[in-house]
């Protein structure tokens, strides 16, 4: 009862913290560390895919070093590409799975099970979000159910971040074309 109810008061928090935010990097650095603080594990990271090159790159993270996070390109394809297509990915060792595009990098970082759950906005999947651990961990329905609450809001927060951003470019626009025109 008590994780579910740490789990609870993490949405209330992060989604009144996100709705007074129209800041993308702020909106995905609060769910990294929220997500990481109320699971009590090593680390977190939000993905963003880039289009162009198929890669996952980091928005956001947390608890993980400098070294881990450039240990190269993170491929959509190849690294734990299940979790992108078809859903959550829970992998309890890493050292032990072929999904990992970078084994030897999470055994020095001292990751033991990964948690990958897409980030989907509009039916597209536009990241994925992934939760880091030190032992093996079993991660639970619940576990699951909440970091894959976290990324959907943060998902949502991002593309409404997008198109806020958009619109006051277009406003701009607007206004330098009306500004530049003969009276």
């Known amino acids: 009862m008590n994780k579910q109810l740490i789990n609870y008061e993490t949405l209330i928090k992060i989604t009144k913290d996100m709705s007074m935010s129209r800041d993308p990097e702020k909106v995905v650095l609060l769910t990294v560390e929220s997500i990481k603080t109320a699971l009590d594990i090593k680390g977190c990271a939000l993905f963003l895919v880039n289009p162009k090159s198929d890669e996952l790159e980091v928005a956001a993270s947390c608890g993980l070093s400098k070294e881990y996070l450039n240990k190269g390109p993170v491929s959509s394809l190849k690294s734990i590409a299940q979790s992108l297509q078809e859903g959550p990915v829970a992998i309890y060792d890493v050292a032990d799975d072929p999904r990992i595009q970078y084994p030897q990098a999470a055994k020095n970082e001292g990751i033991t099970s ?30 699951v159910n909440f970091v894959q609450a976290l990324a959907q809001m943060a998902g949502m927060l991002i593309d409404m971040c997008r198109l806020y951003e958009g619109q006051n470019e277009m406003i701009d626009v607007l206004g330098k074309m009306k500004d530049a025109r003969p009276m």
């Open 114 to 143: 990964i948690l990958s759950v897409p980030i989907v906005v509009s039916g597209n999947t536009i990241g994925a979000m992934r939760v880091y651990t030190s032992q093996k961990w079993e991660f639970t329905l619940e576990d």
